[in-house]
């Protein structure tokens, strides 16, 4: 039994560590990449489930297609949030502190409209596959957690190689290193970081959807995943995507498994005390340059 009940956990973190990739993956982006600390970041990700809600409700859609359709719409937004950062704060070198406000701004806002709109109730989403269960002898898998694993493995590993083989892709990679570097290769960092963020919140479509197949969702959940996300980007190295993946499934897998065998309330401090202690022998992260 105890041998059955790991192993299922081990199999349960690594869905939801794909998962937290998702959830991640913008905020590798904006952080390690940018330097901007989009501390709003899961806040977006709660729009887009209340946007896929919003059309499976309505429209009956499955909610996976939803967060693909509203993909370059969540683009555009981002791009403009950028453009409206970058004269506000990036271009004046106030984007520290003003910066860090501005996105718990946009935060707060964001779950007050929320609120307003559609009460604290949780809210759902309607698919065929959610409720299954797949069995492999005494592994079981939900579809509910195999579906947006698979779709978040789709996403990165398609940011993944938009980053590493186009050349906006590497010069997003190369903005934060060396801006004149860029600048003479006949790139401008200020499109170049647009773009970025534009990739960043566009990603955050895709896992506000899988986000509420996985369970239902209400307005401040957004909250549970401030610190999580920020400490995979850390504790996988700023900027690696490589190292963003590795982090979210060792999060996923330690807290699958000791919320198994000692309770959920204590999963959350076992994750930390694993970004703890890797910053401590090795403070650049997982994958990250000395």
Same mark, same amino acid.
């Given at each position: ?5 790991? *192993? ?5 973190? /690594?869905?939801l ?7 991640? *993956?913008?905020?590798?982006i904006?952080?390690g ?34 967060g693909?359709l ?5 683009? /555009?937004?981002?791009?403009g ?12 070198g106030?984007e ?16 007050? /409209? ?5 009460? +604290? ?29 698979l ?8 940011v ?10 590497r010069?997003?990679?190369?903005v ?13 960092? +200020? ?43 850390i ?9 963003? /993946?590795?982090?979210? *499934? ?10 198994t ?8 401090? +076992? ?6 202690l ?13």
């Amino acid at each position: 039994m105890g041998l059955e009940l790991f *192993l299922n956990a081990v199999v349960a973190g /690594i869905l939801l560590g794909g998962f937290y990739a998702a959830v991640a *993956l913008g905020l590798s982006i904006t952080f390690g990449q940018l330097d901007i600390v989009n501390i709003a970041h899961p806040a977006f990700v709660i729009i887009g489930s209340y946007t896929a809600f919003i059309m499976n409700e309505h429209f009956g859609l499955d909610p996976l297609l939803i967060g693909v359709l509203f993909t370059p719409i969540f683009f /555009i937004f981002g791009m403009g949030l950028y453009r409206f950062y970058y004269v506000s704060f990036e271009r004046t070198g106030q984007e520290s502190l003003s910066g860090l406000a501005f996105f718990f701004g946009i935060m707060f806002i964001i779950e007050v /409209i929320l609120i307003l709109a559609y009460g +604290v109730d949780y809210r759902l989403v309607e698919a065929d596959y959610i409720g299954e269960t797949i069995h492999f002898g005494f592994i079981s898998i939900p579809f509910r957690m195999l579906v947006p694993f698979l779709a978040a493995a789709g996403m990165t590993g398609a940011v993944y190689l938009y980053l590493s083989k186009t050349f906006t892709g590497r010069a997003i990679l190369a903005v934060a290193q060396d801006r004149l570097a860029l600048q003479l290769m006949g790139a401008d960092p +200020v499109k170049i970081k647009q773009i970025a963020l534009g990739i960043a919140i566009a990603t955050t479509a895709i896992a506000g959807a899988l986000l509420i197949i996985i369970g239902p969702v209400e307005p401040s959940v957004g909250r549970l995943y401030i610190g999580r996300v920020f400490a995979i980007v850390i504790l996988g190295g700023m900027g690696s995507i490589s190292g963003t /993946i590795t982090a979210a *499934l060792m999060i996923g897998i330690v807290e699958s498994i000791v919320a198994t065998f000692y309770g959920p309330s204590w999963a959350p401090a +076992v994750g930390f005390s694993i970004l703890l202690l890797t910053l401590a022998f090795r403070p650049q992260g997982l994958f990250g340059r000395a």
